[in-house]
């Protein structure tokens, strides 16, 4: 299982999953057996300042994850990663929490984020 994991920085595993998949400023791909983390690196994400989560999507794939945790997705991102067969998942936290919930598969889907305001419209 390869996991792409948004972040607020580059702080691999110890990092706050961000909470708008479109604006995190680095992605952490994690590598796993199934049961625990075998590898994990920080990358940026050069779409962050170019058309949101929509482009964002291809960055992401480019590192070839299996699935994808965020705190919070747009509609056209959550499509994309339909189309690609990626499944999403909400969380908020540390990224090392995050992957722990997925592996023992106590994450849940992730709602679609109405809009860029997070004082209140996205509910993360």
Known sequence: MKIGITLNDD??????VCAHFGQCSHFLIVE?????????????????????????VGEILK???????????????QNKFAAAGVPIFGCSGPAEDAVKALLAS?????DP????????????
């Open 63 to 77: 590192h070839g994850v299996t699935h994808v945790i965020a705190g919070g997705m747009g509609m056209g991102a």
């Open 113 to 124: 984020c109405a809009g860029h305001d997070h004082g209140g419209g996205c509910g993360h």
């Open 106 to 110: 106590s994450l849940g889907g992730i």
């Open 32 to 56: 796993t057996d199934g049961k625990s983390i075998t590898s994990s690196k920080v990358v940026p994400n050069g779409a962050m300042h170019g058309g949101g989560g929509c482009q964002a």
């Open 11 to 16: 702080g691999g595993l110890k990092s706050e």
